[in-house]
T-cell receptor, first 112, second 115 residues
Framework: AQSVAQPEDQVNVAEGNPLTVKCTYSVSGNPYLFWYVQYPNRGLQFLLKYITGDNLVKGSYGFEAEFNKSQTSFHLKKPSALVSDSALYFCAVGNAGNMLTFGGGTRLMVKP | DTAVSQTPKYLVTQMGNDKSIKCEQNLGHDTMYWYKQDSKKFLKIMFSYNNKELIINETVPNRFSPKSPDKAHLNLHINSLELGDSAVYFC??????????????FGPGTRLLVL
């Protein structure tokens, strides 16, 4: 069975500061890891994914994520937060059958 | 142009009724999915179809019946609606289902409220 944990329900950060949203996973076999963002009353938007290769993955809107196999983590990062980044962020792990298991989500609040 | 579209956007109905939610994707993808997001924002896969064939059925009650008339459409029919069915239902699609790592693209969601 595969699982994802997002240990923080909410992350607060000041605009212009770096942000990190944490994610740890458990899966047998190679992990396929994703980050999605959900704005209020909207669907999920794909941000980035890790399949193989470089541990640092760059995605949309200036976000990046670092895959750490030893710590089974895939934390989402951005060097300088914007108020418009405030949203609900989901980490997900996929298997070879492309079945995604999502974490519980982390609400990011960026304050001016 | 909307890549993955769902209708209706909102659905309010009484317990015991039967309702359908439609999903269409214009991305040319082979695989489509239905997810349920509950009131605590927890997302769980319900079904996936590849080229009109059922691939995943995650122990969803048989009151839920997906139907895929062609690979661009995956509709969800729900019989005898219950209060616990109230949720946001998301449709998604991906290029294919096998091999892992396929990006899934989500529709805007259908907010179902059962009274």
């Amino acid at each position: 069975a595969q699982s994802v944990a997002q240990p923080e329900d909410q992350v607060n950060v000041a605009e212009g500061n770096p942000l990190t949203v944490k994610c740890t996973y458990s899966v047998s076999g190679n992990p396929y890891l994703f980050w999605y963002v959900q704005y209020p009353n909207r669907g999920l938007q794909f941000l980035l994914k890790y399949i193989t290769g470089d541990n640092l993955v760059k995605g949309s809107y200036g976000f990046e994520a670092e895959f750490n196999k030893s710590q089974t983590s895939f934390h989402l990062k951005k060097p300088s937060a914007l108020v418009s980044d405030s949203a609900l962020y989901f980490c997900a792990v996929g298997n070879a059958g492309n079945m995604l298991t999502f974490g519980g989500g982390t609400r990011l609040m960026v304050k001016p | 142009d909307t890549a993955v579209s769902q209708t209706p956007k909102y659905l309010v109905t009484q317990m015991g009724n039967d309702k359908s939610i439609k999903c269409e994707q214009n991305l040319g993808h082979d695989t489509m999915y239905w997810y349920k997001q509950d009131s605590k924002k927890f997302l769980k896969i319900m079904f996936s179809y590849n080229n009109k064939e059922l691939i995943i059925n995650e122990t969803v009650p048989n009151r839920f019946s997906p139907k895929s008339p062609d690979k661009a459409h995956l509709n969800l029919h729900i019989n005898s609606l219950e209060l616990g069915d109230s949720a946001v239902y998301f449709c998604a699609s991906s290029q294919r289902y096998s091999g892992g790592g396929e990006t899934q693209y989500f529709g805007p969601g259908t907010r179902l409220l059962v009274l």
